[in-house]
């Protein structure tokens, strides 16, 4: 079946604009998680949902950043005013569940570069 | 603060060797150790380590875990170029659903 997808793929923008970034999880995947994947890093966990509830925000590095997932489904990660700080690797990834052997595959991210 | 350190950074070696890729770990209420292959964007999952000293293998790949002294390490026998990638571990705390990863090794095969 279909893996995670992101769109895009690749996204520039100029500093100070809005993006945002979309996530389809694996189908029947009822969690999901946002990560950032700066050059030469590990990725860093943002926000984590449930359903369509953000269960863990705990990530997310300031007020400027939002995520929703309305359905249960589709996610979307919404950046106000970017920064140049910004630019990195977003990944999305899904679980079955979110029991404590529950994998999270991940999708092939979106390279967010604000100039 | 939970943190995952991975060791080395970067490696290269020639195909047909065996490496050896390091994991430790400071994690509060320790659930479980992930390993991670990325080749281009998406990391793909390799293993999942939960108990000590039980090996999870998976052809030429090999991976286990030591509770004990907070580590884990990832073993490739007769390295194939096709094996070149960045190799992520990552922890999990019990209760909790994000991954901690370590900064990644990079692993390059020269034929």
């Known amino acids: 079946g279909a893996g995670v997808s992101q769109t895009p793929s690749n996204k520039v923008t100029e500093k100070g604009k809005y993006v945002e970034l979309r996530c389809d999880p694996i189908s029947g995947h009822t969690a999901l998680y946002w990560y950032r994947q700066s050059l030469g890093q590990g990725p860093e966990f943002l926000i984590y949902?449930?359903?369509?509830?953000?269960?863990?925000d705990s990530g997310l590095p300031n007020d400027r950043f939002f995520a929703v997932r309305p359905e249960g489904s589709v996610s979307t990660l919404k950046i106000q005013r970017t920064e140049r700080g910004d630019s990195a690797v977003y990944l999305c990834?899904?679980?079955?569940?979110?029991?404590?052997?529950?994998?999270?595959?991940f999708g092939p991210g979106t390279r967010l570069t604000v100039l | 603060e939970d943190k995952v350190v991975q060791s080395p950074l970067s490696l290269v070696v020639h195909e047909g060797d065996t490496v050896t890729l390091n994991c430790s770990y400071e994690?509060?209420?320790?659930?479980?150790l992930l390993w991670y292959k990325q080749e281009k964007k998406a990391p793909t999952f390799l293993f999942m380590l939960?108990?000590?000293?039980i090996e999870k293998k998976s052809g030429r790949l090999s991976s286990i875990l030591d509770k004990k002294e907070l580590f884990s390490i990832l073993n490739i026998t007769a390295t194939q170029t096709g094996d070149s990638a960045v190799y992520l571990c990552?922890?999990?705390?019990?209760?909790?659903?994000?991954?901690?990863f370590g900064q990644g090794t990079r692993l390059t095969i020269n034929p």
């Open positions: 990552a922890a999990r705390a019990q209760g909790a659903q994000k991954l901690v």
């Open positions: 949902f449930q359903g369509t509830g953000a269960a863990d």
């Open positions: 994690v509060t209420n320790f659930r479980s």
């Open positions: 939960t108990s000590s000293g």
């Open positions: 990834a899904s679980s079955l569940g979110s029991g404590a052997t529950d994998t999270q595959y």
